[in-house]
């Protein structure tokens, strides 16, 4: 193949979308070129290209274009040129990726585990993000889990972190925590680390459609639709766990529970409903950026302490996941563009069975 095709999203209008096909660029001399074969597709991305511009996840895979972008996305891909001396023809390897067939990196910082991707506009972004790992010696990676890994593990490192930041903080005094959007994958995620915290009452917020997923995931003590908020009692003392990011729905809880000890911004999965938090009663929405709270539990422990807590709760939460008798998540897998495409407007409308975990590629086999 010598073109690349790559989904774009218009900024300001996310379910307008095009595909853009361009011939491959010829690679500088450091440079390596990457065939994306598998990503994930999540209400994450969503939460991506609804913070776009706030948190600069347009800035990954920039089109040229100021109307138009690439949302990131978590997967795997195959080095299938090379002009750098470090990275080999044939290498997998598991990272942040656009929603394209290619990729071009400019390894940087190479070491046994991975490397960073030093091209010019992605200096100022988080080093997180930029970091690509080698599947051979990745302590996460095993070929049979590609496709669990692709779609939970950067969402299960935001929920364990969300969990850990919770109890760093002594969950604010409170003991019920409301985590909206409860159906998704962070959000049930996080409520599977709180589930594992004594005297705390786990609380999940979903739609009527999602009410009897989300119970028969186990992970809640109690899950009421968005207009049940009345059946907790005003005076609970509780954190709100906000991955739904719909303004109307954080304004009743500001102004319901006077008790509400903090209010924490994941996501923006409820993309129509997205508004600012200005002028809410209560305490003020902060948002959550997970690469701060890696920061500090590397400070704190170590990179290899920190390695071996996440390693050790992600392989508990992956076997929960997939257990056979009553699998959490089944994988789904669509290829091609036009399948991009068309799986990109299901979850973005939240019209996907949350039960479902999409697996695309642009690159159809043959």
């Known amino acids: 193949m010598t073109d690349t095709t790559t989904l774009h999203v218009r900024k300001q209008h996310l379910s307008d979308t095009r595909l853009h096909t361009a011939p491959q660029p010829d690679l500088a001399a450091g440079q390596v070129r990457v065939a994306v074969e598998?990503?994930?597709?999540?209400?994450?991305?969503?939460?991506?290209?609804?913070?776009?511009?706030?948190?600069?996840?347009?800035?990954f895979w920039p089109t040229g274009d100021a109307d138009w972008g690439v949302v990131p996305v978590w997967g795997f891909a195959t080095v299938c040129e090379s002009q750098h001396p470090g990275v080999a023809v044939g290498e997998r390897l598991y990272g942040y990726w656009p929603m394209a067939s290619h990729a071009v990196l400019q390894p940087d910082r190479l070491g046994p585990q991975g490397f960073t991707d030093a091209a010019p506009h992605r200096a100022g972004l988080h080093p997180v993000y930029n970091q690509l790992l080698r599947c051979a010696t990745d302590p996460f990676y095993t070929l049979d889990t590609e496709a669990v890994q692709a779609l939970l593990r950067p969402l299960y490192m935001t929920s364990w972190l969300i969990d850990d930041f919770l109890a760093n903080n002594a969950f604010f005094g409170a003991d019920v925590m409301l985590l909206s959007s409860a159906s998704s994958k962070t959000a049930y995620g996080t409520a599977f680390q709180l589930a594992q915290r004594p005297g705390l009452q786990v609380v999940g917020l979903t739609s009527a459609r999602n009410r009897v997923f989300c119970e028969s995931l186990g992970c809640y003590s109690q899950v009421l639709t968005y207009d049940e908020l009345e059946q907790l009692p005003a005076s609970a003392a509780c954190v709100y766990v906000d991955f739904a990011g719909n303004a109307e729905l954080r304004r009743d809880i500001h102004t319901r529970f006077a008790a509400l000890a903090y209010s924490c911004s994941i996501g923006g999965t409820h993309v129509e409903q997205l508004g600012n938090a200005k002028d809410l009663p209560g305490p003020r929405a902060t948002l959550f950026f997970a690469p701060a709270q890696i920061k500090k539990r590397h400070t704190d422990w170590g990179a290899a302490v920190l390695g071996q807590k996440l390693v050790g709760a992600w392989q508990v939460f992956a076997q929960r996941v997939t257990d056979p008798a009553q699998p959490w998540l089944v994988v789904q897998q669509h290829t091609g563009p036009q399948a991009v495409q068309a799986a990109y407007a299901q979850v973005l409308a939240g019209q996907g069975d949350p039960r479902l975990g999409y697996m695309l590629s642009m690159n159809v086999p043959g």
């Open 38 to 59: 598998s990503f994930a597709l999540t209400s994450n991305n969503i939460t991506y290209a609804a913070f776009g511009d706030a948190m600069s996840y347009w800035q």
